[in-house]
């Protein structure tokens, strides 16, 4: 239960921890988030550290001058796209003995089979849109790794879709993260993005869920 406590406090407050991390720790603060972000992209047992919400909260300090911004969109950058990669990697050495097991050690193998469904309806482009869905952003490049996309053709979607996802939430954080209003409801916008970001897979789950009521 504590456990649970700290890790809403700190999707709740990123911006009261990550002010304390920087004071504490500054330059290595940088480290520090090139961790998070490659453990959270990179990792299938770790979905549940902030993604969206700690890129969009790095930019808003940015905006501050406790970042640099081209340097701050370069290790979450990388971060994101090596998460990825290493992900396939895990994927594709592992995968198919992890899908044949009926239970799974520190993972919901229901993810598994969401995220392989999502895939088989997108096909490649699900690496892209992923990056914008927690928890099927974890599991995405894991499921590309199992399946028949060749290396080459998932690096460059993989490319793509960090990129993307890092610069929207950063560029966010940086130009409005500031505003008096985002600034006196922090906490608000942090769930705000976490809801709108969780959205599209809440919608894809019923969607099939009502398709399958209808082959029924």
């Given at each position: 239960m504590e456990t649970i406590k700290f890790f809403v406090d700190?999707?709740?407050?990123?911006?009261?921890?990550l002010s304390d991390i920087i004071l504490q720790y500054?330059?290595?603060?940088?480290?520090?988030?090139?961790?998070?972000?490659?453990?959270?992209?990179?990792?299938?047992?770790?979905?549940?550290?902030?993604?969206?919400?700690?890129i969009?909260?790095?930019g808003t300090f940015?905006?501050?001058?406790?970042?640099?911004?081209?340097?701050?969109?370069f290790v979450l950058g990388i971060a994101a796209?090596?998460?990825?990669?290493?992900?396939?990697?895990?994927?594709?050495k592992i995968g198919p003995r992890i899908f044949q097991q009926d239970k799974i050690r520190f993972l919901k193998k229901e993810?598994?089979?969401?995220?392989?469904?999502f895939y088989e309806r997108h096909g490649g482009k699900t690496i892209i849109i992923a990056r914008f869905i927690p928890i099927i952003r974890t599991f995405a490049p894991f499921v590309a790794g199992i399946g028949t996309m060749s290396y080459g053709k998932f690096i460059s979607y993989n490319f793509i879709g960090g990129i993307?996802?890092?610069?929207?939430?950063?560029?966010?954080?940086?130009?409005?993260?500031?505003?008096p209003f985002v600034k006196n409801n922090f906490s608000f916008v942090i769930i705000a993005i976490i809801i709108i970001s969780v959205?599209?897979?809440?919608?894809?789950?019923?969607?099939?869920?009502?398709?399958?009521?209808?082959?029924?």
């Open positions: 700190v999707f709740l407050h990123l911006d009261r921890h500054g330059f290595w603060t940088y480290v520090i988030l090139f961790f998070v972000i490659f453990c959270e992209t990179g990792l299938v047992i770790t979905p549940f550290l902030p993604g969206d919400s700690l969009f909260a790095s940015a905006a501050l001058g406790s970042f640099d911004l081209a340097a701050l969109f796209i090596l998460g990825d990669t290493v992900n396939y990697w895990i994927g594709n993810h598994l089979e969401r995220t392989h469904q993307l996802w890092v610069s929207l939430f950063l560029l966010a954080g940086y130009f409005f993260g500031n505003i959205l599209p897979g809440v919608i894809e789950y019923f969607r099939q869920k009502s398709a399958k009521r209808a082959d029924v």
